[in-house]
């Protein structure tokens, strides 16, 4: 089953919108595998956004998530990865259609809400930098 990693930013936390968010997934039919509420450190946040290393804006994106706490979250299901792309709009909430999370909750580029992992290798990777095999439920088990 294909997994994906998703995370409520702090501003999506400071904004209570943790509840509304997981909501929208479950509603969707998508299965929660991990979840924690966690502090990102600067080491953490360089590797997740190592693509960005070169990008002006690298040291905000840092300063940002580190900054209170975030929503780290593992849920799978048939185009996870895909279909929750699509549910949380495009990258730059004034560009993200309504009805999307970032089109009703997001304000701006930096302040976006959640991230989610754009292709299967990213799901992989930035799964296994949060998550240890562990803290993943495997619900196949499950009588
Ligand atoms: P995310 O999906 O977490 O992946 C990279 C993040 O970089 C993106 O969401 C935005 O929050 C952030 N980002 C992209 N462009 C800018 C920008 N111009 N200024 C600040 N942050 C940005």
Redesign the pocket.
Known sequence: MEKTFL?V?PDGVQRQLVGEIISRFERKGFQLVGGKLMNVSSELAGEH?AE?KE???FN??VE??TSGPVFAMVWQGENVISTSRKM?GV??PKEATPGTIRGDFGL?????I???S?SPESAVREIGLFFSEQELQDYSKLI
């Open positions: 995370m930013k956004y960005h990008r002006p804006f905000d994106l940002f998530i949380m990258t730059n701006t580029v930096r302040k976006n959640i991230h989610g754009d």
